[in-house]
Nanobody, 122 residues
Framework: QVQLVESGGGLVQAGGSPRLSCAAS????????VAWFRQTPGKEREVVAT????????SYVDSVKGRFTISRDNAKKTAYLQMNSLNREDTAVYYC???????????????WGQGTQVTVSS
């Protein structure tokens, strides 16, 4: 079982650089990929960034490449999403999730945090 708690959201000015945190409670996170998703009303939840906890390998959706950075601190069992150069299109509820690789290399995210709202004001 993995429990995830996000923090760090709020109201941010356009161009701002907040950092989201995802604190995990688990014996070990090594078997997991941790991801940040986001969702806006009327739209499907989209994956923003992922990180393999064991290797540190990362991936990003094209819209955030060069602006967002996902990282992890194994000692603290915490993942981070550093967001830079925010714009209004980044306004969303951001969720942290953890999952294991299943068939064909895809990840099934079984554990989710409660989400944290990020609102970008112009």
């Amino acid at each position: 079982q993995v429990q995830l708690v996000e923090s760090g959201g709020g109201l941010v000015q356009a161009g701002g650089s907040p950092r989201l945190s995802c604190a995990a409670s688990a014996r070990t996170l090594s078997p997991y990929t941790v991801a940040w998703f986001r969702q806006t009303p009327g739209k499907e939840r989209e994956v923003v960034a992922t990180i393999s906890w064991s290797t540190g390998r990362t991936s990003y959706v094209d819209s955030v490449k060069g602006r967002f950075t996902i990282s992890r601190d194994n000692a603290k069992k915490t993942a981070y999403l550093q967001m830079n150069s925010l714009n209004r299109e980044d306004t969303a509820v951001y969720y942290c999730a953890a999952g294991r690789t299943v068939a064909f290399g895809s990840v099934r995210y079984d554990y989710w945090g409660q989400g944290t709202q990020v609102t970008v004001s112009s």
